[in-house]
């Protein structure tokens, strides 16, 4: 067993140790939901599904004032926003298939979530956050597999999760929170946790990536497909200069998957206008940024 196994296993262990809790008696909040487990893999959180439809906001299809890369608002003439043009333009091989399962704006409850759950101070808190973003992705990967791997042109051999430029917010000797919680996912496949390593010498800045700025830690990666997850994505630096990392090394990345697409409503009008026509649905697992249809579970 390799150490960043033994470390995977140590941090789902500890990360699981209380889900056996029952749900508060009569409890009507959804932001207290507890969390029962189901089977060894499947885990139900009372009240997710809920939380999740109110807290989420769908990924508008593409089209005009979308971004044909990232799904977020799009003003340029080239069909792109300006932080997409600039974060492939900053690597020599970056993957232009990025998945958002939501929109979220920075106050909104899902980014809340997304922040909450990396925060090791904050017990209870991160372990019911852990497992709505696991209840999150789960379902629309369960939905929306098929969907990825139609517009990537096949399934993916292994995923792994974009390392944290903050490591102190859940130690260096442990994994990076979404690896725990993806490798409980049912319909991730396989999960190779600490696959790529930050490199603490090269800079990567809010608005500037590299292709450097992360080494693998597995030299066995040529020819393999690659999903690459990440829990937010804001200007794309981070999952670019991931993607590009992986693809120097011989992988072929076929898509990035990311949790929360952040938009900013008050950045410009143009950016205003598309969260509010994308915040007036609802959310629905059965749509995805790809189909923007009522997905088929039996192809996938």
Known sequence: MTPSEQRYLMTASTLGGSFDRPPAAGSKDLDTAMISQSSPRSLHVHGADRFLRHACTPIPPLGPGTCRICHGSASTRSGACTSCLQSCAQVPHPCRLIVPISLTEPSGRLH?????????????????????????LDH??????????????????LACVVPSTSPELHGVDTLHPLEALA???????????GLLERNPQVPL?????????YRVANPTLAGKRVLLLDDTFT???????AASTLSVAGA????CLVIGRVINPFFDASTRRFWTYASARPFSFSACSICHSPSDSREA
């Open 183 to 193: 490798g409980r996912a049912e319909h991730i496949g396989r999960l190779e946790p």
């Open 235 to 241: 200007t794309g630096a981070r999952i670019q200069s």
């Open 205 to 213: 800045a809010h608005n500037h990536g590299s292709p450097r700025a």
């Open 112 to 136: 809340r979530v997304l922040i909450e759950y990396k925060r090791s101070h904050r017990g209870p808190d991160r372990e019911r956050f852990s497992h709505y973003l696991l209840t999150l």
């Open 252 to 255: 072929q990345v076929l898509a």
């Open 140 to 157: 629309f990967l369960e939905g929306h597999h098929h969907c990825i791997s139609r517009a990537a042109g096949g399934s993916w051999d």
